[in-house]
């Protein structure tokens, strides 16, 4: 007879048995714990599951219930829950399936012993019941977390797969999750189920902490089911079955939310698929994923890695290269630049290799890309030799060239000061085939200045090119903040509302980083408009929005009928100009990013009808002394490129002061016309909508 706490009205709980001091009489209490407890219909069965609960989460590699039989119990106790519906609907047995998964699952995370014991307690079978669906969702998510962990490991895996329905209802749980957990709990406040309330909040918080917690968790059923899914997808006698078109098709979409960050989710088990052979055919064949794999190559996702391997696999592969290569190769050209990308290095040589092989390998009809793939891929390749090149030549010279590129980018920011955008882009395009290769801060600031040209001729393709062609050279990483801002408006341009999403994050973050003197006198180092493009991708990218449309909005606590069940901001945003984000982009000799930027005002008239060239005589003399220290470099060509680099200096601070004034007077101008507007005259012309010509600025 164990002894028994005389405060304790239940003689042989649990809790009792935890406090004896002899191990091994305290060992026998709890095996036969563990063997009477399913069989026990009293009150407050659910007290020492939640402690158990608590043991496997805090001490997961601790064997002591697992050889006492703490498998065995937990799922005699969800077969209970699944056949004796009375038991489970009384006092609050409706917790202990819950738990009794969770505890699984956690006990099977790490120690591959433990998994082994789990499977011969047989705890498959009722896992695979919660995961058909016949509890709840709640029940849904740890299952398959626990069956998750039961399929990672070699020795467990076999009986999983003998299961067949596993794999067949975790695709359908990852296709369905979120419109299961919105239409069951999120869109009605008023039938949500108590104990799916407790158990999301642990009994703190109200709706909208309940609210959050749902979306976590709804992404981590998604997430999870994923996670099972792969571990199959490494077997390629599962491959036919998970490669269905409407399967693959919805892949790149499901990234986990901004609440699940640390999952790779689609992408994931996309990369897993292509590893092999068999999956890279329906990949390459299915309808729009490849535009999705090169957006996700092309973004600020974490798992931008990911999907550059996907690429570069389908292009390795003859079978699949002849499908993929003319959507490829514009992307992994895009970021041939990149160095080293988490544990892969030197990344941008692999992919100018592998497009090499491309052009090397066309001999066959079946694999020859298109003529302008070709092109981008001779182009790419004639800059790594032009780089080689430069690697030879005088430092003067390297000097001379990089001065050269800036007087012709000089030209490029007077004309778009004069609105003349395409010109601008020309001359930016012209500045990038002087400027050496290795002067990546200017190739930066050249790529970024094209790509906001770009932008404001509605031309987002040419904007994300160039955008990611800066964030590429950029040293961090995708941490150029002027290009981060202009490829989140390009991606929203196109209705690419993730991919705008995280740039727009990435720029708010670097604001807030920055140590721009100007930013740090504000209070608040986030723009405006950011914030405004961010809480409309948040919205645009919400995990529940495809439900919502489908079901109807939230309803209940004041929001019915709201489809995101908040209160919406519908408010525009502007383009971001020189002054919101300090000067990031400074090139090697000194010369400032300058971007020109752009701002909205709706009470703006175009007052860009001055000649093109204004102060063409400076940028005369700029090419005068250019000429000169060309023709005598062979004597004294060092002193000759440093005086040329001090004159120019001269002209662009010059150029600045006549840029500021220009400003004040347009600033004046504006000022003018907005009280003359206010006063009843007529309103002012903008030049196209959502863009108007404010603030520009040269440098």
């Given at each position: 007879?164990?002894k028994?706490?005389?405060?304790?009205?239940?003689?042989?709980?649990?809790?009792?048995?935890?406090?004896?001091?002899?191990?091994?009489?305290?060992?026998?209490?709890?095996?036969?714990?563990?063997?009477?407890?399913?069989?026990q219909?009293?009150?407050?069965?659910?007290?020492?599951?939640?402690?158990?609960?608590?043991?496997?989460?805090?001490?997961?590699?601790?064997?002591?219930?697992?050889?006492?039989?703490?498998?065995?119990?937990?799922?005699a106790?969800?077969w209970?829950?699944?056949?004796?519906?009375?038991?489970?609907?009384h006092?609050?047995?409706?917790?202990?399936?819950?738990?009794?998964?969770?505890?699984?699952?956690?006990?099977?995370?790490?120690?591959e012993?433990?998994?082994?014991?789990?499977?011969?307690?047989?705890?498959?079978?009722?896992?695979?019941?919660?995961?058909?669906?016949?509890?709840?969702?709640?029940?849904?998510?740890?299952?398959?977390?626990?069956?998750?962990?039961?399929?990672?490991?070699?020795?467990?895996?076999?009986?999983?797969?003998?299961?067949?329905?596993?794999?067949?209802?975790?695709?359908?749980?990852?296709?369905?999750?979120?419109?299961?957990?919105?239409?069951?709990?999120?869109?009605?406040?008023?039938?949500r189920?108590?104990?799916?309330?407790?158990?999301?909040?642990?009994?703190?918080g109200?709706?909208?902490?309940?609210?959050?917690?749902?979306?976590?968790?709804a992404?981590?059923?998604?997430?999870?089911?994923?996670?099972?899914?792969?571990?199959?997808?490494?077997?390629?006698?599962?491959?036919?079955?998970?490669?269905?078109?409407?399967?693959?098709?919805?892949?790149?979409?499901?990234?986990?939310?901004?609440?699940?960050?640390?999952?790779?989710?689609?992408?994931?088990?996309?990369?897993?698929?292509?590893?092999?052979?068999?999956?890279?055919?329906?990949?390459?064949?299915?309808?729009?994923?490849?535009?999705?794999?090169c957006?996700?190559a092309?973004?600020?996702?974490?798992?931008?890695?990911?999907?550059?391997?996907?690429?570069?696999?389908?292009?390795?592969?003859?079978?699949?290269?002849?499908?993929?290569?003319?959507?490829?190769?514009?992307?992994?050209i895009?970021?041939?630049?990149?160095?080293?990308?988490?544990?892969?290095?030197?990344?941008?040589?692999?992919i100018?290799?592998?497009?090499?092989?491309?052009?090397?390998?066309?001999?066959?009809?079946?694999?020859?890309?298109?003529?302008?793939?070709?092109?981008?891929?001779e182009?790419?390749?004639?800059?790594?030799?032009?780089?080689?090149?430069?690697?030879?030549?005088?430092?003067?010279?390297?000097?001379?060239?990089?001065?050269?590129a800036?007087?012709?980018?000089?030209?490029?920011?007077?004309?778009?000061?004069?609105?003349?955008?395409?010109?601008?882009?020309?001359?930016?395009?012209?500045?990038?085939?002087?400027?050496?290769?290795?002067s990546?801060?200017?190739?930066?600031?050249?790529?970024?200045?094209?790509?906001?040209?770009?932008?404001?001729?509605?031309?987002?393709?040419?904007?994300?090119?160039?955008?990611?062609?800066?964030?590429?050279?950029?040293?961090?990483?995708?941490?150029?903040?002027?290009?981060?801002?202009?490829?989140?408006?390009?991606?929203?341009?196109?209705?690419?509302?993730?991919?705008?999403?995280?740039?727009?994050?990435?720029?708010?973050?670097?604001?807030?980083?920055s140590?721009?003197?100007?930013?740090?006198?504000?209070?608040?180092?986030?723009?405006d408009?950011?914030?405004?493009?961010?809480?409309?991708?948040?919205?645009?990218?919400?995990?529940?929005?495809?439900?919502?449309?489908?079901h109807?909005?939230?309803?209940?606590?004041?929001?019915?009928?709201?489809?995101?069940?908040?209160?919406?901001?519908?408010?525009?945003?502007?383009?971001?100009?020189?002054?919101?984000?300090?000067?990031?982009?400074?090139?090697?000799?000194?010369?400032?990013?300058?971007?020109?930027?752009?701002?909205?005002?709706?009470e703006?008239?175009?007052?860009?009808?001055?000649?093109?060239?204004?102060?063409?005589?400076?940028?005369?003399?700029?090419?005068?002394?250019?000429?000169?220290?060309?023709?005598i470099?062979?004597?004294?060509?060092?002193m000759?490129?440093?005086?040329?680099?001090?004159?120019?200096?001269?002209?662009?601070?010059?150029?600045?002061?006549?840029?500021?004034?220009?400003?004040?007077?347009?600033?004046?101008?504006?000022?003018?016309?907005?009280?003359?507007?206010?006063?009843?005259?007529?309103?002012s012309?903008?030049?196209?909508?959502?863009?108007?010509?404010?603030?520009?600025?040269?440098?």
């Open positions: 007879m164990e028994v706490s005389p405060d304790c009205p239940y003689p042989g709980c649990f809790f009792c048995v935890m406090k004896e001091g002899n191990p091994s009489k305290r060992r026998a209490s709890i095996l036969k714990f563990f063997r009477e407890l399913p069989s219909d009293d009150d407050g069965q659910v007290l020492p599951i939640s402690g158990l609960w608590n043991t496997a989460m805090a001490h997961p590699n601790d064997p002591e219930f697992i050889e006492l039989g703490i498998f065995e119990c937990m799922a106790l969800i209970k829950g699944l056949k004796n519906r009375r038991w489970l609907s006092d609050q047995n409706i917790y202990i399936p819950y738990y009794a998964a969770h505890i699984i699952g956690s006990y099977t995370m790490n120690m012993e433990f998994a082994e014991s789990a499977v011969h307690a047989g705890v498959i079978p009722p896992l695979v019941e919660l995961l058909r669906g016949r509890l709840t969702w709640v029940e849904q998510r740890v299952a398959v977390r626990a069956l998750g962990h039961l399929a990672t490991y070699p020795s467990t895996f076999p009986t999983v797969a003998s299961h067949a329905e596993i794999l067949e209802l975790s695709i359908q749980l990852a296709m369905s999750s979120l419109e299961i957990v919105y239409s069951h709990f999120y869109q009605y406040f008023d039938r189920l108590s104990y799916h309330c407790d158990l999301l909040t642990r009994g703190m109200g709706v909208e902490m309940e609210s959050r917690k749902a979306e976590e968790w992404s981590q059923l998604q997430c999870w089911s994923l996670q099972l899914i792969n571990c199959f997808a490494f077997k390629p006698e599962f491959l036919p079955a998970i490669c269905k078109p409407e399967f693959l098709a919805k892949l790149p979409g499901m990234w986990g939310g901004l609440v699940n960050e640390n999952s790779p989710a689609g992408i994931g088990l996309l990369r897993t698929i292509c590893h092999h052979k068999l999956g890279r055919g329906p990949v390459a064949s299915c309808p729009g994923l490849i535009e999705a794999l957006n996700i092309r973004s600020s996702d974490d798992w931008q890695y990911m999907a550059i391997d996907c690429l570069l696999w389908l292009l390795q592969d003859p079978s699949t290269c002849h499908k993929v290569i003319d959507k490829a190769v514009p992307t992994l895009d970021i041939a630049e990149i160095t080293n990308l988490g544990d892969h290095k030197k990344l941008g040589d692999s100018v290799n592998v497009l090499q092989d491309c052009i090397q390998l066309q001999g066959t009809v079946r694999s020859s890309p298109s003529n302008r793939s070709k092109e981008q891929i182009e790419l390749l004639n800059s790594r030799q032009r780089l080689k090149w430069e690697k030879n030549m005088l430092k003067e010279d390297l000097h001379i060239k990089q001065a050269a800036l007087v012709v980018k000089l030209e490029g920011n007077s004309l778009f000061s004069a609105g003349n955008i395409s010109g601008a882009a020309s001359k930016y395009s012209e500045a990038l085939a002087l400027c050496p290769m290795r990546k801060k200017e190739r930066v600031v050249l790529y970024s200045n094209r790509a906001q040209c770009h932008l404001l001729m509605q031309q987002p393709l040419a904007a994300i090119s160039d955008a990611t062609r800066a964030l590429c050279l950029h040293n961090p990483l995708n941490r150029h903040a002027k290009s981060l801002w202009r490829r989140a408006q390009a991606y929203d341009m196109l209705g690419l509302a993730k991919e705008s999403l995280l740039d727009a994050i990435l720029f708010i973050n670097e604001c807030s980083q140590n721009d003197p100007d930013l740090s006198l504000r209070q608040n180092k986030v723009p408009y950011a914030e405004r493009l961010v809480k409309k991708q948040m919205r645009a990218a919400w995990l529940f929005r495809e439900a919502a449309i489908k109807g909005g939230v309803h209940g606590e004041g929001n019915s009928g709201n489809i995101y069940g908040h209160e919406t901001d519908d408010s525009e945003w502007e383009t971001a100009s020189e002054s919101d984000i300090g000067n990031d982009g400074r090139d090697e000799m000194g010369d400032e990013d300058d971007d020109s930027e752009w701002k909205n005002e709706d703006r008239k175009d007052k860009y009808d001055k000649p093109p060239m204004k102060g063409k005589p400076l940028y005369f003399i700029a090419h005068l002394m250019l000429t000169t220290a060309f023709f470099s062979g004597g004294c060509s060092v000759c490129a440093c005086l040329f680099v001090g004159l120019l200096n001269i002209i662009v601070n010059f150029q600045h002061l006549l840029s500021v004034k220009r400003q004040l007077g347009y600033r004046a101008q504006s000022l003018g016309k907005k009280f003359e507007n206010k006063h009843g005259n007529e309103p012309v903008s030049t196209e909508e959502g863009f108007s010509l404010d603030d520009v600025k040269l440098f």
